[in-house]
């Protein structure tokens, strides 16, 4: 099978949301700390109606439901998370439930931080370029509830996940070419079964999704196009924490270009960068000098205006989805250039902690005319309707988010457990826990 990628995408994501603004007053720390100091807008969120399974169920729904798929064209769902909520159990087989008599179905759950979802995806299109396939479909949802303890780390949460269905002459196929960083460290993890919340050295993680990033970046252009640069591509997404640490990557891929090679990168990064010169500077003593940190913002603002903004903006909106974030990111992507994405050459970049980051391509383009249906980019984004979906949301008040923070704090892990929320707090059509009973079974019913 050639051009093995995503043929069709949807989204979940909760109807309620705080915002940042709000937050900011909440909390007493200074205005614009979250809306300039992080970037982000809005952050989606949660009470104690709606768990991962529920939010991946909701998403594979909307996409199997939307694109018209038939359960028996799927041979493999794979899933990617880190909201676990059960040691053994893994969403994927909650999913089945949507799958009727189909049953044979490969695929589990992988888990990794964020980087889980990219895991899913990765071993869908290796399932589909291997001599097991079946020729069928494969689907790969991927999401979570961020959720951190009271703190600094608290508004860079979020929820939703994103469900993509996989198979060949895709719109979105993935590059063969890949790079991959893997290290071990403490940047975040969640060692405390009996809390939701991780343990976070933020500042520490900052530093090594920026380490990755340069890695990556170098060594697959290295592969791909070793005297490129950013101009060698037309887009980028990133895995989002929250939208300054992704101005700050793509500042960071303008440095490497300089860094590659100081006398013969784009002229103004030579006359910008020259007390940077790798020479006198080395690379990985920079990531916290402030003078470098500011000079390649300006540097960047346009090519990240151009190339990343229009994949930024969801999770601007909706927060740190984890897993689904950089696939979110993707979704924004294509929901704001549509068809003009074919031909064009989007770079990825997906991160996890722990940790492990892979650099890859997507090259969009037109399905062949045989293809029935025909997936494309534009049926993605008019499937997806993002703007109506984002606007039909509710804004709630910080003491609401709270409180439902509060109330999942509480009852993690419960069981006998009836959730108190009504249940108009959840999306129409989405899935939610009706009750989870002595046996910690979950039970989850379509709104
Ligand atoms: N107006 C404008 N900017 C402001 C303001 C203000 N009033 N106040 C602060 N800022 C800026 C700061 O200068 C800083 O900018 P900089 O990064 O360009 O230096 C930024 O806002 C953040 O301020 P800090 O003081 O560094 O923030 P703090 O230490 O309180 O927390 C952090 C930030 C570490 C990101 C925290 O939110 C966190 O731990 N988040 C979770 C970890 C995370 O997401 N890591 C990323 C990779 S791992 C993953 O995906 C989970």
């Not at 769902?77 to 008599?101: Q, Y």
């Not at 069928?136 to 608290?154: F, K, L, N, Q, T």
């Not at 916290?288 to 903004?309: F, I, P, Q």
């Not at 992507?333 to 722990?354: C, I, P, Q, T, W």
Request: charged share 20%; glycine share 8%; with cysteine.
């Amino acid at each position: 099978p050639q051009h093995v990628g995503i043929l069709a995408m949807d989204v979940y994501f909760p109807q309620r949301c705080v915002s940042q603004k709000d937050l900011e007053v909440a909390d007493g720390v200074s205005e614009g700390k979250y809306r300039i100091g992080l970037g982000q807008e809005r952050m989606a969120f949660v009470g104690d109606r709606e768990d991962v399974n529920s939010i991946a169920m909701s998403a594979v729904y909307n996409l199997l439901s939307k694109y018209r798929i038939d359960a028996e064209q799927i041979g493999r769902l794979e899933v990617g998370t880190e909201t676990l909520i059960d040691k053994s159990k893994s969403t994927k087989t909650h999913i089945m439930e949507l799958l009727g008599a189909n049953s044979n179905v490969e695929g589990v759950t992988c888990i990794n931080a964020c980087y889980g979802g990219t895991a899913a995806l990765l071993n869908s299109v290796a399932w589909i370029e291997s001599s097991a396939w079946d020729g069928r479909y494969a689907v790969v949802v991927c999401g979570d509830i961020a959720v951190y303890a009271a703190g600094p780390a608290r508004p860079t949460g979020g929820a939703g996940a994103v469900a993509m269905l996989i198979g060949p002459d895709a719109p979105l196929p993935l590059s063969h070419e890949r790079h991959s960083h893997a290290e071990h460290c403490w940047d975040f993890y969640k060692p405390e079964m009996h809390s939701e919340y991780p343990a976070v050295d933020g500042h520490l993680s900052n530093t090594i999704y920026l380490r990755s990033v340069d890695v990556c970046y170098n060594h697959f252009l290295g592969k791909t196009t070793p005297d490129g640069s950013v101009r060698t591509f037309d887009y980028m997404c990133f895995h989002s924490p929250y939208n300054k640490l992704v101005v700050k990557s793509v500042g960071r891929l303008l440095y490497n270009d300089y860094v590659r090679s100081p006398d013969g990168c784009a002229p103004e990064l030579s006359k910008a960068l020259g007390q940077w010169h790798p020479d006198s500077v080395a690379p990985s003593t920079t990531y916290a000098d402030r003078g470098l940190d500011t000079a390649l913002k300006k540097l960047s603002a346009d090519v990240y205006n151009a190339k990343c903004a229009p994949s930024a903006a969801l999770s601007k909106e909706i927060g740190n989805s984890y897993t689904g974030a950089l696939w979110m990111n993707l979704v924004s992507l294509v929901h704001n250039v549509r068809s003009a994405l074919e031909g064009k050459r989007v770079f990825m970049f997906s991160y996890g902690s722990g940790s492990v980051a892979t650099a890859f391509a997507i090259y969009p383009r037109a399905p062949s005319a045989a293809q029935n249906p025909a997936f494309t980019c534009q049926a993605i984004a008019e499937t997806i309707d993002l703007q109506n979906r984002l606007s039909s949301r509710a804004e709630m008040s910080p003491a609401e988010f709270t409180a439902a923070l509060l109330l999942r704090e509480t009852t993690h892990g419960a069981a006998p457990y009836v959730p108190i929320e009504p249940v108009e707090t959840v999306t129409p059509g989405a899935f939610y826990i009706h009750e989870i009973n002595s046996a910690h079974h979950r039970v989850y019913v379509q709104r």
